[in-house]
């Protein structure tokens, strides 16, 4: 079985700093590219940050460029996210996301349950 | 970025009812449009991609058609298990884009 477990949400205040990982197991994790998906509950979700397979194709939403930096680890199948100076507006809940090949093609298939990041003062 | 609006937003219907939920593009995505289900407490599951293809375990009361920038969504018995909201997705541009959602209830 496909799975995707995230780690490292919590409570940070403007400006801070966290660092989200996605452990993943049941597939071959070096053969696909992999994505961060927010959502604000009763909202629709919204596309972070995608990466390649072999980490040389990268995308950002404008609204976190400068501030998110995704990597993956294929030795240990992990996803990372580091999220510097956050803001409120980045309250969400965060998931990873399995795409369905090698490169951004934006289907996302398999998706983690998600950590809860709280940007509050 | 590609703007995606669902309508209607919400809608009643009874078990057994024919339901139809469309998604409009700002631009031509072709066929490169997704459908997702989404459960309270629950993350959204892909339906339909590539605006008709079925994915695998998903019943076939389901369907998908469209092209360019109108899209729909057909449930075509609706059964108890299928009272969610419903997203759809644009995949043909960065960044991809969500509907705002349809939420399916009970009649």
């Known amino acids: 079985e496909m799975k995707l477990v995230e780690s490292g949400g919590g409570l940070v205040q403007p400006g801070g700093s966290l660092r989200l990982s996605c452990a993943a197991s049941g597939f071959t994790f070096d053969n696909y590219a992999l994505h961060w998906v927010r959502q604000i509950p009763g909202e629709g979700p919204e596309w972070v940050s995608g990466?390649?397979?072999?980490?040389?194709?990268?995308g950002y939403a404008d609204s976190v460029r400068g501030r998110f930096t995704i990597s993956k680890d294929n030795a240990d199948s992990s996803l990372f996210l580091q999220m510097d100076k956050l803001r409120l507006d980045d309250t969400a809940f965060y998931y990873c996301?399995?795409?369905?090949?090698?490169?951004?093609?934006?289907?996302?298939?398999?998706w983690g349950r998600g950590v809860l990041v709280t940007v509050s003062s | 970025d590609v703007q995606m609006t669902q309508s209607p937003s919400s809608l009643s219907a009874s078990v057994g009812d024919r339901v139809t939920i469309v998604c409009r593009a700002s631009?031509?995505?072709?066929?490169?449009l997704n459908w997702y289900q989404q459960k309270p407490g629950e993350t959204p599951k892909l339906l339909i991609q590539a605006a008709s293809a079925l994915q695998s375990g998903i019943p076939s009361r389901f369907s998908g058609s469209g092209s360019g920038t109108d899209f729909t969504l057909t449930i075509s018995s609706l059964q108890p298990e299928d009272f969610a909201t419903y997203y759809c997705?644009?995949?043909?541009?960065?960044?991809?884009?969500f509907g705002q959602g349809t939420t399916v209830e009970i009649k």
């Open positions: 990466i390649s397979w072999n980490s040389e194709i990268i």
């Open positions: 996301v399995k795409d369905r090949g090698r490169l951004l093609d934006w289907s996302f298939g398999v």
């Open positions: 631009q031509s995505t072709t066929d490169y």
């Open positions: 997705q644009q995949s043909s541009s960065t960044p991809p884009t």
